[in-house]
């Protein structure tokens, strides 16, 4: 039902624009909303891929987890008739899983959910019962609360958290390619180690 983007547009003349786009429905006939959601977030996604191409410019795609993304937007596609497109472009260079990334290269010796490791790049979340189960909650009241009140209330928490989501995406890609550069790695770490204790 809500497929959230945080669009950042750099070049040398400034500093970066930043936008957050959400592709949401409120329909209960959830699953009539995902295929509006997902058919609106893809044909944005679409249009973006081939302005770069167009402008000779890069485009990356970051998600936390690819595994997750992969299987929902397959099964999707697939009721859409965009399985190709689709297929094409999770196979492709521009979709970046920032998991991978920090699970090969990082040891943190603890979880490594992006609620955790966000952290390390200095990203809080603001709401603290912010979480997948507090989602479905919410999005239950979303769609079908009879009180426009607390239905307004469960959307505007949950575009919250899904920005907060993907700012916290942002923040380690920034974080990864800058401050984590200057961690040890594991082999000076086990060489530090071995040295204090004097092992040769």
């Known amino acids: 039902y809500l497929w959230g983007v945080l669009l950042t547009e750099r070049d040398l003349s400034g500093p970066p624009a930043v936008e957050y786009l959400p592709f949401v429905s409120w329909d209960p006939e959830t699953s009539t909303g995902e295929l509006d ?3 609106r977030f893809w044909g944005w996604l679409r249009g973006q891929r081939e302005a770069a191409a167009a402008s000779d410019r890069s485009l ?3 998600c936390y987890s690819k595994s997750a993304e992969n299987s929902q937007m397959r099964r999707i596609a697939g009721r859409l008739g965009l399985e190709d497109e689709v297929e094409a472009f999770l196979a492709s260079e521009q979709w970046v899983d920032l998991y991978a990334i920090f699970r090969d290269q990082l040891v943190t ?5 992006l609620k955790r490791v966000a952290q390390l790049a200095g990203f809080h979340w603001r709401s603290e019962d912010a979480g997948g189960g507090q989602a479905i909650v919410r999005y239950a009241e979303a769609i079908g609360d009879p009180d426009g ?3 307004s209330q469960a959307r505007r928490w949950l575009l919250e958290y899904n920005e907060e989501d993907v700012r ?3 923040a380690l890609r920034a974080w990864l390619d800058g401050g984590a550069r200057l961690l040890p790695s594991v082999e000076q770490v086990q060489t530090l180690t071995a040295a204090s204790l004097g092992l040769h």
């Open 37 to 39: 959601a997902f058919a």
């Open 60 to 62: 990356h795609a970051y």
């Open 149 to 151: 009140g607390i239905r």
């Open 168 to 170: 916290a995406t942002a």
């Open 109 to 113: 010796g603890t979880t490594i959910g």
